[in-house]
């Protein structure tokens, strides 16, 4: 092997000017970003920035109104997200989306079982999704393959440590709202995906849960896992990312190193001169009443 085949990493997602208006709105604005395999990249920025209308865009949630979103070379502008899901990115939501009736180890098997039935026909996991809910009622040939699942879902919520196993047969919807969370990444992880696309993983998480979080995304970056997350949390932001993007009013502001970023007058500007803009209301408020 040569030595710029070990080192060119590749490249999982090249969004290239993607933009996206809501009316006259434009949530996204002609922003880039690339993704290089076992990269850990954090988007930041005030609410309403255009943080998830991105991720949107990159998961097929969502489309672009311009520009192009490439995934390991192959244009998948536009394409649903289950055919992203099929070539490997994996999702969690700002909102957290469990199947609040099925069980800790159902919503984890539907990510696994999704898993198989890719491989085996190519994508359609919306048949993946019949055959988890035949999967479900558990008939034969399935219930062989579903010994084989569990064992290794269980395995899974093992990184978890004692948060999730206790709970494996419980319903997602008797879990404590940071459970829940796990369980959704624990979902997404079940598709072995080659990206893990995370939406605000600690929203809604104390102290403590947002660490324990924190040691769950630097272990599967350790295993070499490619990620892109929306954090709020500065500091986790500085410990998780090689590279931060920021965007504000839908564009990027500035991009680099953590601690590059973290100096950027635009960036400061971007978060103190918001809340300074709130502050100064507030008083102007005052005075006027
Ligand atoms: P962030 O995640 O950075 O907080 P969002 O991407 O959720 O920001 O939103 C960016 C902007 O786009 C906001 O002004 C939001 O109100 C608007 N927006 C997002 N989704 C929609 C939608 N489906 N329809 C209309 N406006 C939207
Ligand atoms: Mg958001």
């Given at each position: 092997?040569?030595?710029?085949?070990?080192?060119?990493?590749?490249?999982?997602?090249?969004?290239?000017?993607?933009?996206?208006?809501?009316?006259?709105?434009?949530?996204?604005?002609?922003?880039?970003?690339?993704?290089?395999?076992?990269?850990?990249?954090?988007?930041?920025?005030?609410?309403?920035?255009?943080?998830?209308?991105?991720?949107?865009?990159?998961?097929?949630?969502?489309?672009?109104?311009?520009?192009?979103?490439?995934?390991r070379?192959?244009?998948?502008?536009?394409?649903?997200?289950?055919?992203?899901?099929?070539?490997?990115?994996?999702?969690?939501?700002?909102?957290?989306?469990?199947?609040?009736?099925?069980?800790v180890?159902?919503?984890?098997?539907?990510?696994?079982?999704?898993?198989?039935?890719?491989?085996?026909?190519?994508?359609?996991?919306?048949?993946?999704?019949?055959?988890?809910?035949?999967?479900?009622?558990?008939?034969g040939?399935?219930?062989?393959?579903d010994?084989?699942?569990?064992?290794?879902?269980?395995?899974?919520?093992?990184?978890?440590?004692?948060?999730?196993?206790?709970?494996?047969?419980?319903?997602?919807?008797?879990?404590?709202?940071?459970?829940?969370?796990?369980?959704?990444?624990?979902?997404?992880?079940?598709?072995?995906?080659?990206?893990?696309?995370?939406?605000?993983?600690?929203?809604?998480?104390?102290?403590?849960?947002?660490?324990?979080?924190?040691?769950?995304?630097?272990?599967?970056?350790?295993?070499?896992?490619?990620?892109?997350?929306?954090?709020?949390?500065?500091?986790?932001?500085?410990?998780?990312?090689?590279?931060?993007?920021?965007?504000?009013?839908?564009?990027k502001?500035?991009?680099?190193l953590?601690?590059?970023?973290?100096?950027?007058?635009?960036?400061?500007?971007?978060y103190?001169g918001?809340?300074?803009?709130?502050?100064?209301?507030?008083?102007?408020?005052?005075?006027?009443?």
């Amino acid at each position: 092997m040569t030595s710029s085949s070990i080192n060119a990493a590749e490249i999982l997602f090249d969004v290239r000017r993607v933009t996206r208006r809501f009316g006259g709105l434009v949530a996204v604005n002609e922003v880039s970003l690339s993704v290089a395999r076992g990269e850990c990249i954090s988007v930041i920025g005030p609410n309403g920035a255009g943080k998830s209308t991105l991720f949107n865009l990159l998961t097929g949630i969502d489309t672009p109104d311009a520009g192009e979103v490439r995934f390991r070379g192959e244009d998948v502008t536009g394409m649903a997200p289950e055919q992203l899901a099929a070539r490997g990115v994996a999702r969690t939501f700002q909102h957290g989306r469990v199947f609040g009736n099925l069980s800790v180890l159902d919503n984890v098997l539907i990510g696994a079982h999704a898993r198989l039935a890719m491989t085996r026909r190519g994508w359609p996991v919306v048949g993946a999704f019949a055959e988890v809910l035949r999967a479900l009622a558990a008939p034969g040939t399935v219930r062989r393959e579903d010994a084989a699942l569990r064992e290794e879902v269980t395995t899974l919520l093992a990184r978890f440590g004692t948060r999730l196993a206790p709970r494996i047969d419980q319903p997602a919807h008797s879990l404590s709202y940071a459970n829940r969370r796990r369980v959704e990444i624990a979902r997404a992880l079940a598709l072995r995906p080659q990206i893990l696309v995370l939406d605000e993983p600690t929203a809604g998480m104390n102290e403590s849960e947002t660490a324990e979080m924190l040691e769950l995304i630097l272990e599967l970056k350790r295993d070499g896992l490619t990620m892109l997350l929306i954090e709020h949390k500065l500091e986790l932001v500085m410990r998780l990312s090689d590279r931060v993007l920021v965007l504000d009013d839908g564009r990027k502001i500035a991009s680099g190193l953590p601690n590059e970023v973290r100096n950027d007058p635009a960036v400061i500007e971007a978060y103190l001169g918001n809340r300074q803009v709130g502050a100064h209301a507030v008083r102007n408020e005052t005075a006027a009443a």
